[in-house]
């Protein structure tokens, strides 16, 4: 049974994406008792599934180094993985979370050789990977995840391969009787960071993801570039594995429609821009990128990033929300049908590979808040007198970029901690 | 203020944008477009448009007034609905596409012969008559809107259409012969009458 030594003075952070994390760690470090519940069995979230950050392009594995070796070394900081708050009840500076911890069959006794993934057969769509390739039944989330312990995947207990795994292993760590676990403890305030999941391409039916092999999604593109990622880092079309020298980015894929987002996801345009990159460093001369776009939004101090991807020779900018994708059957490639706005050009373009730079949307539904918060059209949470010690940081309040997830974080960090301190002063 | 100056605003003032609002049904809408074009990309008839949507809500801000008002485009629409479906900002562009053409034909401005706007008009005087729409004779009056030789070939060509349809009793020739009608075709028509005399008396003038 898993203990959790927490007081009406104790910071609960739920989500431990790079907000989360962000946000127990200054607590922490400002000492601060903290409990951070995170529902993969892994810290990072989807930072961790970048393959290089704008506008630097350097790579967020090296800032999740950093803040996972800050999260091993502090004595403030409990971390639940594989775990989830179900329920908030109470007031400020004196709440009770109840959390729900789902088994991953794998003790502390781990040690992250290996041996069960090569004894396991069943193979599923590695999540990690947004299903693009398989994963043994056993298996470590990522090469950093942290803790760094292998999981079973629950469609494998009971059958022949759990077994496999236990007698594969020589530490003793795999345990098959593990339960599901429902834990209470109190806790005065709350961080939530619950984070941003990409919103359903399949749902934009025009651009016929469900349908088109070579129709993906910019978190997609973003594992594959990774050289740790499904393809090996190599740019590829996923019908036949053939090169995709000629990459079309279409922007807005959700965002900024009333059909789908009403809001603008505000990174979707730096992240086309910094994937461009990606295939003209692979491809050189070779490379062909075209991005369509109503306009491009490089927020902030990224206008001259945008204004060098421009400079490029083999980019080219069209100035249209693709109206449609159809498919040249002969050798699968996507047709983006449509008509510029730089002179009502009608165009059929045909492109080897098309990226759908997908919108950002809240990963909690607006009905299935475990807490009462005030949430606006979109599902995110606003800053309210309503939402009493529980405070909403990054991506759980807005499509935000990491480094604004991490202001709003620290921001959140700093609420919660005055919680915190007037209890500790009335209770003297 | 200075000539260059009158002359600038006269360039940049948006009468027709302003005109469009209180004239147009719907017409309040047109601002909001974004210029993203999914409309014109969307419109099965789209290549056959001498200006798409995204065009004319272009050209309506600039103030494009006698270009947009005699075009053929919003004659082009045959209400399928894609751009409303489809635009990211819900603007009804149909109805906006009817309102436009509504208005051009008020001012007398369609282009001539534009087969749309004929059939529209052969349309509402057939059902002003009786206050139904009397199929056969529409269907005539529509065979021979360019002549009578053409009407003549026209009804051939169909004449296996037409003897199904009164086989199955879906059109009677005793139609010709007047044809039914509503009980108060004077009444429905004073109605008419009133409704466009309000309306025309809520069209703002611009010139």
């Known amino acids: ?428 | 203020m200075s000539d260059l100056n009158q002359r600038m605003i006269e360039k940049y003032r948006n009468d027709f944008l302003k005109e469009v609002e209180a004239n147009v049904e719907e017409g309040e809408w047109v601002k909001m477009c974004m210029q993203c074009g999914v409309c014109s990309g969307s419109c099965p008839l789209g290549k056959h448009w001498a200006h798409p949507p995204q065009e004319i809500f272009m050209m309506i801000r600039a103030g494009e007034r006698e270009e947009v008002l005699t075009s053929d485009s919003m004659w082009m629409c045959t209400s399928c609905y894609n751009c409303i479906v489809r635009c990211p900002r819900e603007l009804p562009i149909t109805h906006i596409m009817h309102g436009l053409a509504t208005y051009s034909k008020k001012l007398g401005l369609v282009p001539k012969g534009q087969p749309t706007a004929t059939f529209a008009e052969i349309f509402w005087n057939n059902m002003m008559k009786k206050g139904r729409v009397n199929e056969l004779k529409l269907g005539l009056s529509l065979y021979f809107k360019d002549g009578f030789g053409q009407g003549i070939k026209n009804a051939m060509a169909n004449q296996k259409l037409g003897m199904a349809m009164m086989k199955a009793k879906r059109m009677s020739p005793a139609e010709l012969f007047g044809g039914h009608g509503i009980k108060d075709v004077g009444g429905l028509q004073k109605m008419i009458k009133k409704a466009q005399e309000l309306e025309d008396a809520r069209m703002k003038k611009f010139d």
């Not at chain 1, 090469?143 to 469609?155: I, T």
């Not at chain 1, 003209?280 to 206008?303: H, K, L, P, T």
């Open chain 1, 1 to 428: 049974m898993t203990e959790v030594v927490a007081t009406n003075q104790t910071i609960l952070v739920v989500g431990g994406g790079i907000s989360g994390m962000t946000a127990a760690l200054e607590a922490a470090e400002a000492g601060a008792q903290v409990v951070l519940v995170e529902k993969r069995p892994y810290l990072g979230g989807r930072t961790s599934q970048l393959y290089k950050y704008f506008p630097k392009l350097c790579h967020p594995t090296c800032g999740l180094e950093i803040n996972q070796r800050r999260a091993k070394m502090n004595p403030n900081l409990t971390i639940l993985t594989s775990a989830e708050v179900t329920g908030l009840e109470g007031e400020p500076g004196n709440y009770t979370a109840t959390v729900k911890i789902t088994p991953t069959y794998v003790n502390d006794n781990c040690t992250a050789c290996g041996e069960c993934a090569k004894a396991v057969e069943a193979e599923f769509d590695d999540e990690y990977n947004y299903g693009l390739s398989k994963r043994k039944g056993a298996y470590l989330p990522h090469v950093m995840a942290h803790p760094m312990k292998y999981v079973l995947d629950p469609r494998i207990i009971g059958t022949d391969d759990a077994q496999k795994a236990k007698d594969a292993c020589k530490y003793d760590a795999v345990d098959l009787d593990m339960q599901e676990q429902e834990i209470n403890f109190p806790v005065g305030a709350v961080v939530w960071a619950t984070g941003w999941q990409p919103y359903d391409a399949a749902k934009i039916q025009p651009y016929g993801y469900d349908r088109f092999a070579n129709v993906i999604t910019s978190v997609e593109f973003e594992r594959m570039a990774d050289p740790k990622g499904p393809t090996g880092g190599k740019i590829v079309r996923p019908s036949d594995g053939k090169e995709a020298k000629n990459v079309a980015f279409i922007q807005c894929a959700g965002s900024r429609d009333r059909n789908h987002l009403w809001h603008c996801s505000r990174i979707c345009c730096m992240a086309s821009l910094k994937q461009t990159h990606y295939v003209v460093d692979a491809y050189g001369d070779d490379a062909q990128v075209s991005i369509y776009y109503i306009d491009i939004r490089a927020i902030d101090r990224f206008e001259d990033f945008y204004a060098n991807v421009k400079a490029m020779d083999n980019v080219k900018f069209i100035k249209s929300k693709v109206a449609s994708i159809t498919l040249n059957k002969e050798n699968g490639n996507p047709v983006l049908n449509g008509v510029d706005t730089e002179g009502y050009h009608r165009y059929a373009n045909e492109h080897d590979l098309v990226v759908l730079a997908i919108g950002m949307q809240p990963s909690v539904g607006l009905d299935e808040f475990p807490v009462e918060v005030e949430l606006n059209r979109e599902g995110f949470i606003e800053p309210s007198e309503k939402n009493g010690g529980v405070f909403p940081a990054g991506c759980a309040t807005d499509a935000l970029d990491v480094n604004r997830a991490v202001q709003s974080a620290t921001g959140a960090a700093l609420k919660a901690i005055q919680v915190i301190n007037r209890v500790a002063g009335a209770e003297g």
